[in-house]
């Protein structure tokens, strides 16, 4: 059966109090739409519909980066879920599959949440996602099941004392074939005190045509939507605490977990040592075997098998770190290809540049990449040694096996084997020091006396 997402995403988030969409706020470094269509992506939708509203444009520019076979669908007025829902109807005239409506705003469904609801639809007609909640003063609409039939959809605000003490609630999410689904929305009236097409009310449509309704449960977590800043910042450490869990179970040792800060697209290898205080930006692949030590903040770049970084070091993007390569404390990577076996280990800044095998970088060394309009590249042969405290001049080329002294600046290409010296002759000036300190001593004592 082929299926199709329709993931609602139009909403403001009043309560977010942000110019920005509510969906487009990041979760792990990735708006919190990409989150759910990822989610929904486990299903292998043949097509994927966006309702966008407020923001729709800048939603729409994120969609394409995500996945560019999805289509934008825009709801001019917000009137509800329905309406929302039924803005797809053009985007999937012709589809002959199951429709599954997602939010944009509820970002972690597991794969086999929606392999169940997809197994459900082969023996109902209508199949509502739902959860037990841990909190009875919840103010969910309460899902009423009686011998495996959804009955209705009771909100909070409508219900008894004993519908309220039931705990299975709505999550609102929803599988049906598509001439179903869009048959049902088009029956849902607006006959309530906000005057909005409410997406609940085709549980009552379809037991009034005979169709048979179900419906799957899931964790409460699983549901969890986001509506202000308090929101985004307990998705983000459910986020941080399954992605944690994740790597461990792979084989990643966490020293200390919970100060770790990982973002959506983190990858690393099994036997990899993440000591305290890390955070990984987006972009991030470790491979096995790797060390990442304490403090260090990584983003957009490749670290591979057995290098070590660290502690207090950066990584930005376009940083590629070959097997065993060392990078120490306050060391910055930025574009630059490091090779197999070389050490970069204190106080050093290289961007733009390629770092040959075996090299080392001395301490206080600086490419010297922006001249102020455009960016230049340093390349370091192989087995080379730079001494510490030298400045690499960009466009500038060290050849294999070479060498500059310490506190060097380099504007000139080095020949392989070569050593260069740049900096003046050292000239000491007996007594100079004894009768400088003399005279200023003197001035001093002068201005003193003038001024008592």
Known sequence: MDIALVILAAGKGTRMNSDLPKVLHPIAHAPMLAHAMAAGAVLEPQRTVIIAGHGAEAVAAMVAETDETAQVVIQAEQLGTGHAVAQARAALDGFDGD????FGDTPFLRPDTLDRMIAAR???DLVILGFDTADPAARYGRLIVANGQLEKIIEYKDATPEERAISFCNSGLIACDAATLFELVAEIGNDNAQGEYYLTDIVELAQARGL????????EAETLGINSRADLAAADAVFQ???RAE??????TLMAPDTVYLAFDTVIGRDTVIEPNVVFGPGVTVESGATIRAFCHLEGCHVSRGATIGPFARLRPGAELAEEVHIGNFVEIKNAQVAEGAKINHLTYIGDAEIG???NIGAGTITCNYDGVMKHRTVIGADAFIGSDTMLVAP???????????????TRDIEPGALAVARTRQDNK???ARKFFDKLRAQKARREQENS
């Open 357 to 359: 095998a075996r090299s």
């Open 430 to 432: 007996p007594g100079f």
């Open 212 to 219: 048979s309704v179900t419906a799957v449960k899931c964790d």
């Open 247 to 252: 790597l461990m179970e792979n084989g990643v």
């Open 99 to 102: 429709v599954v409506v997602l």
């Open 241 to 243: 605490a399954r992605a």
């Open 396 to 410: 500038v080329t060290v050849g294999d096996g070479a060498m500059t002294a310490t506190g060097s600046v380099i």
């Open 122 to 124: 082969g023996a109902h």
